[in-house]
């Protein structure tokens, strides 16, 4: 497989506060944005043409992968769908077998592989990736119904529980372009009742082939597989590319000028880049990751599995949860305790609690506090523009938008989302969501009366 295509174009608006101000393609995941690792698995297995497809802040999306030689970008002229998207690009390119991947997708590279090696032994028009749906309703999924290694059927947010999901990764001989250019410019293969959007659907392109007789094969996936398509998805992408990493992962890494104290208390295998520094009374329970110049000082508590960027200063007894993603320039000190995901250049100081995801150049407030457990052990139902759902992974977490600021005290109460670019000033309790832009201030009503020594009879 020599060619490519990676959808990255998409507007992201169920992905708020993160979408907006964020390509989903490039939201990150363990030290690197998505669509890096899709790109690097791509060279690993030798594919000399990749082409994505950019739209929404195409500037980040070529910031993130145009280094790369085998990487070039179509622009994509009109929000049409993943189907106009590819028939945009076959008519620059002419396109012949192709491998398409939305962008927005974190997927193995062992699968990725085992996709290409079926499509070069089989004869079929198309084959495509579905993975096992894990329990996740699959009312907001597009999902597959496989017979042995045949796809059979294709149906759009289906009102009953599935099998199996659709990835968005599939791919193409020459002869199967025709029906993607022929798209019909919506998913018709729904249930009765069902309301899909107009909008052309690489989905039912292959729908289309199975309807007319062609051959689809279908290849389960068997690592990982994450479409981060809501806040929560940043969170579970994170935890397994990490859960794997570490069954992987051999042997410590442990270059010259890293720089580890005899009292620091080792209980992992360690990654670490240049000039790591771990100091005195520091914990680190599990495997770690450390990218260069990151100190980790002064009896910091690092869990198990977690990854921590370049430049960081991670001191003064706080604690970083298992599994935690931390990005560059980061400070978490002074008795502040943190899971979950903090993008690049966010400041997490004195005794504060903050689990969920946090944006990028985040300012939070000392003692801001993220409620996770309800008083009725619940979880918190999530509304994504309209459709209400539990999310299996992080319900109860706090999602942080780019570019934001909380004051001291803050509090923030289970599955609370705040949007890009707002304030939530100092005491405020926030229970619902606060839009992008906004500053939410707590106007206290004081008394002031007169006090002093005559109060006792002098």
């Not at 964020?22 to 890096?36: D, H, S």
């Not at 479409?227 to 051999?250: C, G, T, Y």
């Not at 139902?381 to 780019?402: C, F, L, M, R, S």
Request: aromatic share 6%.
């Amino acid at each position: 497989m020599q060619t490519a295509v990676i959808l990255a174009a998409g507007r992201g608006s169920k992905m708020w506060p993160y979408g907006e101000t964020q390509p989903k393609a490039c939201l990150p995941v363990v030290g690197a944005p998505l669509i890096g690792h899709t790109v690097q698995h791509l060279i690993n297995l030798g594919v000399q043409n990749i082409i994505v497809v950019v739209g929404h802040l195409a500037a980040q999306v070529r910031h993130a992968v145009g280094r790369h030689s085998q990487v070039a970008f179509h622009e994509q002229s009109s929000p049409g769908g993943t189907a106009e998207a590819l028939s945009q690009v076959h008519a620059v390119h002419g396109l012949a077998d192709c491998l398409v991947i939305y962008g927005d997708v974190l997927v193995s590279q062992e699968d990725l592989a085992r996709l290409i090696e079926t499509h070069n032994r089989n004869k079929a028009l198309a084959t495509t990736l579905v993975a096992p749906t894990d329990g996740e309703p699959a009312g907001g999924l597009i999902t597959a119904e496989i017979e042995g290694n045949k796809l059979r059927r294709i149906v759009g947010h289906p009102r009953g529980a599935s099998r199996y999901r659709w990835t968005g990764i599939f791919t193409l001989r020459r002869e199967a372009w025709k029906w993607i250019t022929n798209n019909p410019g919506l998913v018709t293969s729904v249930q009765v009742g069902q309301m899909p959007p107009l909008e052309a659907e690489a989905a039912q392109s292959l729908q289309d082939m199975v309807s007319a007789g062609e051959s689809v094969e279908a290849v389960v996936t068997e690592g990982y597989f994450v479409d981060l398509d809501k806040p929560w998805h940043i969170l579970e992408a994170n935890q397994v590319f990490l859960a794997q990493a570490s069954k992987n992962l051999r042997d410590s890494i442990i270059p010259a000028s890293a720089r580890i104290s005899p009292e620091a208390d080792i209980r992992g295998r360690l990654v670490l880049g240049e000039n790591v520094v771990i100091g005195p009374r520091v914990v680190v329970k599990g495997d770690l990751w450390v990218a260069d110049n990151t100190i980790i000082d002064n009896g910091a508590i690092i869990g198990e599995s977690c990854y921590i960027g370049s430049n960081c200063r991670i001191r003064d007894y706080c604690l970083i949860e298992s599994h935690s993603s931390i990005g560059d320039s980061c400070v978490v000190a002074h008795c502040a305790e943190f899971g979950g995901v903090l993008m690049e250049r966010v400041y997490l100081y004195h005794y504060m609690e903050i689990y969920g995801v946090v944006g990028r150049c985040t300012d939070i407030g000392a003692a801001t506090v993220c409620g996770t457990l309800r008083f009725d052990d619940g979880a918190r139902v999530q509304n994504i523009k309209g459709y209400k759902e539990i999310p299996h992974v992080g319900a109860n977490a706090a999602y942080i938008g780019d570019f934001c600021r909380t004051g001291v005290n803050a509090m923030l109460m289970p599955g609370t989302k705040i949007g890009s670019y707002s304030v939530v000033g100092p005491g405020v309790l926030v229970s619902e969501d606060v839009p992008s832009r906004t500053m939410v201030l707590l106007q206290q009503q004081t008394v002031t009366r007169s006090w002093g020594p005559e109060r006792y009879g002098w």
